[in-house]
C-alpha cells in the first residue's frame, strides 16, 4: 500500500507540473502576439531623447508621417519600423540611431502604442506573407469582401486598417466573440409566412432592420411583420489557429487595407 500511494502521489505531481506548464505555455503564446509594458516604457525615454525633436511628442511632426495614428512613408511592418530607424532615410532626412536590441524593440513598442496610455503594443508582420495567409490558410477570404472582391456574408474588409487599430484586429482573431461589434451579430427571423432568414445586420432602428441574408440578398423587412427575431450571442468566426508568426503577418496586411485610392 505504501508503495502504492507513493506511485500515486508521484504521478498526481508529474500531472500537476504539465498541467503549470501547460498553462504557461498558452500564456506565453498570447504574449507572444505584443509587446511587454517594459518594453515600451523603454522605448518612452528613447523616443523622447531621440525622436521627439523631429516626430514631436505627438509623433506627427513630419510631413507625411504620423507615429501615433500609424502613417509611415515606406514602413509597415515592425521589421521595416527597425530598418529605418537603424539605416536611417536617404537624403538625410532622417539619421540612423545605432540603438541596444532592447532600445530598439522598446521603440518599435512605443510607436505601436506608446501615444495611447491605454494601448496595447501588436506586433505587425509582413504584409505580403499576411496577404497569402488572408487568401489561403487564414480563411478569411472566404467571408468577407476586399475592395469589391469576395462575399458579403461578414463585414467588407476594404477599409479596415483605417477604422481599427492593431490592438482590436488582434482582438479579433484571438478573441472574436469579445471583440465583435453588436451590429454584426447574426441574427434570425422569422416571417408571418414561416420564411426562416438568416443573416449579418446593416442597420436597425425601431421599426425595421437590413441585413445581408446567407444568399447575399438584401433585405429590409419590417419588425411587425415578424413573429421571432433575435440576436445570436455566438460569433460566427472561431479563435485562430494560426501561429503568432502569422497573426502578426496578417494584422500587417488587414492594416494596408485603407479602401481604394
Known sequence: MRFFSRVVLVCFAAFVMFLAGLERG???????????????????????????????RRGDGVDGVDLRRGLFRTASSDDDLRRVITTGVGGGQMPAFDLQPFELDGVVAYIRAGFDPSGVAVKVGDASRGQVLFAGSGGCA?????????????????????????????????????????????????????????????????????????????????????????????????PTTLSSDEVADLIGYLLTLRGLP
Open 26 to 56: 498558452v500564456a506565453q503564446e498570447f504574449a507572444d502576439h505584443r509587446y511587454t509594458s517594459e518594453a515600451i516604457e523603454a522605448g518612452s525615454r528613447v523616443y523622447v531623447e531621440q525622436c521627439a525633436l523631429c516626430h514631436s
Open 142 to 238: 472566404s467571408c468577407h469582401r476586399v475592395n469589391g472582391q469576395g462575399p458579403r456574408t461578414a463585414p467588407d474588409l476594404s477599409e479596415i486598417g483605417v477604422v481599427r487599430t492593431p490592438a482590436a484586429l488582434q482582438r479579433t482573431l484571438l478573441d472574436p466573440s469579445a471583440a465583435l461589434l453588436p451590429i454584426n451579430r447574426p441574427i434570425r427571423a422569422v416571417t408571418r409566412d414561416g420564411e426562416t432568414i438568416r443573416g449579418r445586420r446593416l442597420n436597425e432602428d425601431t421599426y425595421t432592420v437590413q441585413l445581408i441574408d446567407s444568399e447575399e440578398r438584401l433585405r429590409s423587412l419590417v419588425k411587425a411583420d415578424l413573429v421571432e427575431y433575435e440576436v445570436s450571442e455566438t460569433p460566427v468566426m472561431t
